[in-house]
């Protein structure tokens, strides 16, 4: 298994509250991204990181920021929590000279 | 922009039989494709990839999925299926540029009748 790690792996937030999810990775893979799952909707990109400081935006990224200051860790925020980021996060990993994704076991968050 | 449609939602089959799980894409050039299996309350665990080269490609698990340009088709196949096979079963494609950006079809669930 790839070496990614999500924490936390569940959390119940309230509307209105940040919340900042963390993936760790000990590939040191250039290439990370944050997805959420949906039903019915399989899994859209929020964002992704091309190398420390390099970030770039994807098809939901509305209401997400990221931030990358070292190879291992990819963060995502969400500024203020609303219930419509109810929903399962997966972190991936790719490295420089290959193309499949691999994932993390995600982290469930309830936005109550 | 690139898209993927899984026109199943749900398939039921007998331990056993055979199985064949349908994706059909939208790319605007050859594709970077792949299959992944996700089991409740799992992560995504890839079964098989397309880059180039011979459209039949084998996979993890006994799992094979053969690429149709003209079809823009990726679909999944697997002669004998498992107890153990039952998940949900999602098809990707993958842009040819640096940010390789992965889109997702819905995902099929697969139930395994004993």
């Known amino acids: 298994d790839a070496g990614i790690t999500q924490s936390p792996r569940h959390k119940v937030t309230e509307t209105g509250t940040p919340v900042t999810l963390r993936c760790h990775q000990t590939e040191n893979h250039r290439y990370m991204y944050w997805y959420r799952q949906d039903p019915g909707h399989g899994l859209r990109l929020i964002h992704y990181?091309?190398?420390?400081?390099?970030?770039d935006k994807g098809e939901v990224s509305d209401g997400y920021s990221v931030s990358r200051s070292k190879t291992e860790d990819f963060l995502l925020t969400l500024e203020s929590a609303t219930s419509s980021q109810t929903s399962v996060y997966f972190c991936a990993i790719r490295g420089q000279d290959t193309y499949e994704q691999y994932f993390g076991p995600g982290t469930r968050l309830t936005v109550t | 922009a690139q898209s993927v449609t899984q026109p199943d939602i749900h398939i039921t089959v007998s331990e056993g039989a055979s199985l064949e799980l349908r994706c059909n894409y939208s790319y605007g050039a050859t594709p970077y494709l792949f299959w992944y299996v996700q089991s409740p309350g799992q992560g995504l665990q890839l079964l098989l990839k397309?880059?180039?080269?011979?459209?039949l490609v084998q996979g993890i698990k006994g799992f094979e999925a053969e690429f149709k340009r003209s079809q823009s088709s990726f679909n999944l196949r697997k002669p004998s299926v498992h107890w153990s096979d039952a998940a949900e079963y999602f098809c990707?494609?993958?842009?040819?540029?640096?940010?390789?950006?992965?889109?997702f079809g819905g995902g099929t669930r697969l139930m395994v009748k004993p």
């Open positions: 397309y880059f180039s080269g011979d459209t």
């Open positions: 990707a494609v993958g842009a040819r540029y640096a940010g390789n950006m992965l889109t």
């Open positions: 990181s091309y190398g420390v400081k390099d970030t």
